[in-house]
């Protein structure tokens, strides 16, 4: 058996492993946070709320009376999730655009606040057991270490939808119109396009997101209330690095990170937590507007 | 600011000080030393919201730093109050000074994520370092003798130290707000590419109101944890920063005394919640959205609103109409 750098070569491509499903997760929900940033000007604050309660809605498919599975759930869990956005988005969000983008900021804040209580109290914060399904069991032994099928499966689902998006919104005349009401909505729905549909479409959408990433979690975290805060401060970082002008820059830097995250985790531990803050400090210094963001 | 209102501010200012200073004999005086530390929080948070329109998502970086350094140097280092407090503050200006550095080259939306996750490093250092006592924190600190003289173990004394440090804050802010300085931090709030094309330097305004503000919210840290004698990760987490937002709204952003209004309602609030565990945390959470959705004066601007309507109204009123825009 080899060594590199001193390094057992499982602990490293199992950090590596662990730091692109991490990836992934920052990938889907920077990228929810982007599409939303691009069309409403709000940071999504609720999207770790809505991340926990797609995680949530698959565990209670699980265990409710119909019993229903992993991939019915991974089908469901957006469209309930998404359904509960729009309610948001026609009931609270629609009244603040014409307002300072920060109380976007403190209004979804709130939200996330209330789902997050309301979550933690009926189930507590620790975490119920979510078991991965049964077609993914098991894994292969690739020689140099061990893949768990679910592990790979998240990782190859969640880069098909998020290249699947970028297709959507970068090379279609729906993704061409919304990117076009993201320049200049009021020329836009001068050309007769239904504008605050297409708002409530995209809100709907990006939470939808958030919800499908928490699916794909809750098998390999717990299912958790507080799982959903853990997460959104540091998207928030990636966001930062990333910048939002780019649905690209989102899932590049996504991932991108989520490996940096892992190799610290083999290399530095103490440092893994706080690598993407110091990054983006970095990053603040060279480039304020981000890798890929357009300066403003 | 019309001649109404600063009248008012007049009166509100004494009528509060003599509130302040009959409450501990009515009330428990830890519960108002609570409050007196996180109306001086908000009331730092709100110079950078009300007068320089940078929201910061992370102050709690800057109160809980402060609670742990004075926390730490007061019982590991046996140094007295005053300086504990002191050496609190100063750190918490530094830690200002470097974040703010950062901070101040995004602005908006982008300022607030970014001191969120500044903030954050802050509470993942507190909770792995050694000194900081990780999940037990720092207890039973000892508060001791203020200047070797004054007994801090007894509650009325405490209480008026904190008093003392509250309105000497307050006094601080209150005069960076009226001085030629504040007028240059609205004139950025108001237009900042207008105050650059004046001459001024609004990346070092800027930085410097953050400092201040930084320092004040390590001043009310740093005595927040000598009134409860404990230093604990709940003063660095985010959920301390969304607390002192949702005190300087409920209040009243951009007013004088907004902040300490807010930080009591929402003191009594948990009071009275506190038995109701995670409810706290959704209750707290739909007051944010009312105050966004309906309320965004806060109790102290809708007064102020309300007594310039009567003002304008009154017929042969002593002031006319003020000119918008004063």
Redo the contacts between chains.
């Keep these: 058996m080899f060594e590199l750098l001193g390094i057992p070569p499982q602990a490293l491509f199992g950090q590596l492993l662990i730091g692109l499903i991490n990836g992934a997760f920052y990938a889907m929900l920077s990228l929810g946070l982007a599409v939303i940033f691009g069309l409403l000007n709000i940071i999504n604050f609720t999207h770790g709320a809505q991340y926990m309660m797609g995680a949530f809605v698959a565990w209670f498919l699980l265990n409710s009376a119909l019993g229903l599975n992993y991939w019915w759930a991974l089908l469901i869990a957006p469209i309930v999730v998404g359904i509960t956005g729009i309610v948001i988005e026609r009931l609270l969000l629609k009244r603040i655009y014409k307002l300072d983008h920060l109380y976007g900021l403190l209004l979804t804040f709130g939200l996330a606040l209330v789902i997050e209580g309301l979550f933690r109290n009926y189930y507590g914060s620790t975490g119920l057991p979510y078991s991965i399904p049964p077609q993914l069991a098991g894994g292969h032994n690739l020689g140099f270490m061990f893949l768990p099928n679910y592990r790979a499966w998240v990782i190859v689902f969640s880069l098909a939808v998020c290249l699947g998006t970028w297709f959507v919104i970068e090379r279609t005349s729906l993704g061409a119109t919304l990117r076009a009401a993201t320049e200049n909505p009021t020329l836009v729905q001068a050309f007769g396009i239904n504008v605050p549909r297409l708002i409530t479409v995209t809100y709907g959408f990006g939470v939808g997101l958030a919800a499908l990433a928490g699916v794909l979690a809750a098998p390999i975290y717990q299912v958790s209330p507080l799982m959903g805060s853990q997460i959104i401060i540091v998207v928030f970082a990636v966001v930062v690095i990333g910048g939002m002008g780019s649905i690209m820059g989102a899932i590049v830097s996504g991932f991108g990170l989520g490996v940096i995250e892992g190799l610290t985790k083999v290399f530095y531990p103490e440092a893994s937590n706080t690598v993407i803050f110091v990054i983006m400090a970095i990053v603040l210094l060279v480039r304020p507007a981000g890798l890929f963001g357009r300066a403003r | 600011m019309t001649n109404g209102t600063a009248k008012l501010g007049t009166w509100a200012g004494a009528a509060l000080l003599a509130v302040a200073i009959v409450l501990p004999f009515v009330v428990y005086p830890v519960f108002v030393m609570k409050a007196l530390c996180f109306a001086l929080f908000a009331c730092a948070f709100n110079l950078l919201i009300g007068y320089v329109g940078l ?1 910061s ?1 992370g102050h709690a970086a800057y109160f809980g730093i402060g609670s742990y350094v004075t926390a730490y140097t007061v019982k590991a280092w046996a140094l007295p109050p005053e300086l504990g407090i002191l050496l609190g503050t100063a750190v918490a200006a530094l830690l200002g000074v470097v974040f703010g550095w ?2 101040i ?2 602005s ?3 300022f ?3 001191t ?3 903030a ?2 802050v509470y ?2 507190a ?2 370092s050694p000194w900081t006592g990780g999940e037990d924190g720092i207890q039973a600190v000892p508060r001791g003798h203020l200047l070797g003289i004054f007994d801090l173990n007894e509650p009325l004394v405490m209480y008026f130290f904190v008093l003392g440090i509250f309105l000497l804050g307050f006094f601080i802010i209150h005069r960076t707000i009226h001085s030629p300085f504040g007028n240059v931090l609205k004139a950025i709030r108001e237009n900042e590419p207008r105050a650059i094309s004046l001459g001024y330097k609004t990346d070092q305004y800027k930085l410097l109101a953050f400092v201040l503000s930084a320092a004040l919210s390590g001043l009310a840290g740093s005595t927040k944890s000598l009134v409860f004698q404990l230093a604990s990760l709940t003063d660095v987490y ?1 959920t301390m920063s ?1 607390e002192v ?1 949702l005190m300087t ?1 409920v209040g009243g952003l951009g007013t004088v005394f907004g902040p300490v209004v807010g930080a009591f309602i929402v003191i009594t609030m948990e009071n009275y919640l506190a038995r109701y ?6 209750i ?6 009312l ?3 309906a309320f ?1 004066r806060g109790v102290v601007g809708e007064i102020i609103a309300f007594v310039q309507r009567r003002t304008v109204r009154a017929p042969g009123a002593a002031t006319p109409a003020h000119a918008p825009g004063e």
Excluded at chain 2, 277 to 282: A, D, N, P, R, Y
């Design positions: 929201l998502f950062l901070a080259r995004r908006g939306i982008y607030a994520m970014v969120l996750a500044l954050q490093m993942f250092y909770l792995q985010w969304g937002v709204l565990g995670s409810w706290v945390t959704v707290q959470g739909i007051v944010f959205v105050c966004v959705l965004r």
